[in-house]
């Protein structure tokens, strides 16, 4: 069973931030939080990861709560490209259902 | 290679037949997932080598399913006596070491049984 609970869907206007959360209560002290992202008929891309600090990479920001148990990914400037299927998974690469995000013009 | 090589692309077998599917890892990358993905569902954890060591295979849903990768680079699943509901795209992950990085995953084998 996946150990993380994401919105099933979320939309977005193009160039506003999309700020996507992520609920993973059960993790555990050295389990990181990874997101990877899916654009149809695509195998996932990496974006991020982080285990309790804030990250920042060229893709996107993660913001991690005090007590892990929570994160969001944020695209700070969305386009119409990041339109795709976002998975926040811990460490042991198990993919719940992730969040369809959709960017509208 | 620059990438996850997965082969082949599309493969169609008649209900009953042996299927092998083929992972080609990034050069030196020790951990290896294999994952199965239904039409608009997430990837579905398989199984999961590091090096030749299958640690885990949990996911593989039935004795028809079996995964080798016995030098520790190139992996083959194998599903024998394909049965419709095996129709799904399967896809293979990699990552050097079994540090905090992130996999790289291959576009994926879609898989079609009439």
Redesign the interface.
């Known amino acids: 069973d996946?150990k993380t609970t994401q919105p099933t869907s979320m939309d977005c206007a193009e160039g506003r931030a999309a700020n996507l959360p992520c609920n993973h209560s059960t993790i555990s002290g050295n389990e990181?939080v990874?997101w990877?992202r899916q654009i149809h008929s695509?195998?996932?891309?990496?974006?991020?990861?982080g285990?309790k600090n804030n990250e920042t990479n060229e893709m996107a920001s993660l913001i991690i709560t005090e007590d892990r148990k929570s994160s969001t990914l944020i695209l700070p400037h969305a386009t119409l490209r990041d339109t795709a299927?976002y998975?926040c998974i811990v460490f042991d690469?198990?993919?719940?259902?992730?969040t369809r995000l959709t960017v509208k013009p | 290679g620059a990438g996850?090589s997965q082969s082949p692309r599309y493969k169609v077998a008649k209900r009953g037949q042996d299927v092998a599917l083929r992972c080609d890892p990034i050069s030196g990358h020790v951990s290896l997932?294999w994952?199965q993905q239904a039409l608009g569902?997430?990837?579905?954890?398989l199984t999961?080598f590091q090096n030749e060591a299958q640690l885990d295979k949990s996911g593989l849903p039935s004795d028809r399913f079996f995964a080798e990768r016995p030098e520790g680079s190139v992996s083959t699943l194998k599903i024998q006596r394909t049965q419709q509901e095996d129709s799904a795209v399967y896809?293979c992950?990699s990552r050097s070491g079994t540090g905090?990085?992130?996999?790289?995953?291959?576009?994926?084998t879609r898989l079609t049984v009439v």
């Open positions: 996946a990181y990874y990877y695509q195998g996932p891309q990496y974006i991020i990861h285990l299927v998975y690469m198990r993919f719940g259902a992730g | 996850v997932f994952y569902q997430g990837p579905e954890f999961y896809l992950a905090s990085y992130g996999y790289t995953f291959g576009s994926g």
